[in-house]
């Protein structure tokens, strides 16, 4: 077990329907000092890549993505889950979201990525991968190259992974999760 | 002209309604190094009231809170603007956006803040102090003492200023804008 699948088994809660509770440490409460570790983590595992950006998702993503994209040197984006009224040239697309049961537009302001960017994209959680879709959308419409994904925490047993895994993008979970029942997790075993 | 009043002259932009765009460095584009700088500016100014918790909200207060916290060392809390499903005992408040026109349920878990914390609210903007009042509201419930309140962006123009300073919080803003109008800002003098 590493650091995180530490913390995780230590301050995190498993609640019915295979949810993971992390908000005392992760998303909602953070402990700054491990988003520095995480972020670490992942620049050390993505530097070879050279990425140019990292890229997340408003709000979950922010705090591992600020940290790594601080490791790195390098620009921190995050989209937004609705248009704000200052965003001009918007690049959008729509995710359906399980979690809350509804279709939100995902978006960012163009100029903020080229054709020449090496995006690495970070989030706090993976699970059926329909986020990762949106942004491998907007990724697309730039015409910028994903170089890497990384999670913090990656339920396995549902279809994220697969899909990034049969596109060919480098991707890395600090804790992959395969079974998640009973009050109790099962670690990947990669 | 400190680092980040120069940084908002150089890549900010000032739009007609008082509105001041600064989403390719601080809140949508995010410069890592500038938040860790004004981080490092929060902990050294806030550092003698000996916070326990630093407390924002999603997202624009989320990057230099957390590395507010960073420095301090302590935990970070970021209010949500709805709901989760996975929230148990949220502590509440209604919320009035003059931006967004409409009002929101700004929440957190209550265990996340006990009476015996010292909360330094930061965050990006303050203008009318509505989200402010929001999160005054939300300490106060949980019997906390909000010991700091520091702004990387201040329309000292509007009513927040006068509402915090006149409530006796120790109040500090890294850009506070006295004239903003016809595409120029001018800087409050302090």
């Known amino acids: 077990m590493n650091f995180l699948q530490e913390r995780i088994e230590q301050d995190g809660t498993v609640l019915s329907g295979h949810i993971l509770k992390v908000n005392s440490f992760l998303n909602h409460a953070v402990d700054p000092q491990l988003m520095a570790a995480i972020g670490k983590a992942f620049a050390d595992q993505f530097k070879d890549q050279h990425p ?22 390098v620009p921190l984006i995050y989209c937004k889950k609705a248009k704000p009224s200052t965003m001009n040239d918007p690049i959008s697309t729509e995710v359906f979201s399980f979690t809350k049961q ?53 339920k396995a047993f549902q279809s994220g992974r697969s899909y990034i895994l049969a596109k060919g993008y480098p991707l890395y979970s600090l804790a992959p999760i395969a079974k998640l029942e009973a009050g109790k997790i099962t670690w990947l075993e990669e």
């Open 52 to 73: 140019t950006k990292v890229l997340t998702i408003e709000s979950g993503g922010i705090a591992p993505a600020l940290m790594t994209a601080f490791e790195l040197g």
């Open 102 to 154: 509804k279709t939100y537009t995902m978006c960012m302001e163009r100029p903020s990525m080229t054709s020449e960017d090496r995006i690495l994209f970070i989030d706090d959680f993976l699970a059926n991968g329909q986020a990762f879709k949106g942004i491998e959308d907007l990724i697309s419409q730039t015409g910028a190259t994903l170089v890497g994904c990384g999670f913090c925490i990656e």
